[in-house]
Nanobody
Framework: QVQLVESGGGLVQPGGSLRLTCGVTGSIGSIRPMAWYRQAHGKEREFVAAIYGGGETKYGDSVQGRFAISRNRAWNTLYLQMNNLKPEDTAVYYC????????????????WGQGTLVTVSS
């Protein structure tokens, strides 16, 4: 069974940088695309970034130009480099991936887990 585990969250000052990591275990072969989502307190989960099999990337409007998504060649580690962080970036961040033809995590399956908390504050 494919498992996704986020790490790297913490407290950072406005304008600072942080890198999140998502480790993938239990898969054979590649999983793609992979994506990051976030959910601020009291708000809906929103799309942050995605990376596709050919290396193409997509970003949400609120993070465009500040965040960068990447992965290792084996597709078992996903990264999110976050620069110029703002207080409104404060949220729990989650990773996701498509294994075969289905997403590993979904609202229907209620398996988003705990994510990793990013707090941007002075």
């Amino acid at each position: 069974q494919v498992q996704l585990v986020e790490s790297g969250g913490g407290l950072v000052q406005p304008g600072g940088s942080l890198r999140l990591t998502c480790g993938v275990t239990g898969s054979i072969g590649s999983i793609r695309p992979m994506a990051w989502y976030r959910q601020a307190h009291g708000k809906e989960r929103e799309f942050v970034a995605a990376i596709y099999g050919g290396g193409e990337t997509k970003y949400g409007d609120s993070v465009q130009g500040r965040f960068a998504i990447s992965r290792n060649r084996a597709w078992n580690t996903l990264y999110l480099q976050m620069n110029n962080l703002k207080p409104e970036d404060t949220a729990v961040y989650y990773c996701n991936a498509m294994y075969g033809s289905t997403w590993v995590r979904s609202d229907a399956s209620n398996n988003w887990g705990q994510g990793t908390l990013v707090t941007v504050s002075s």
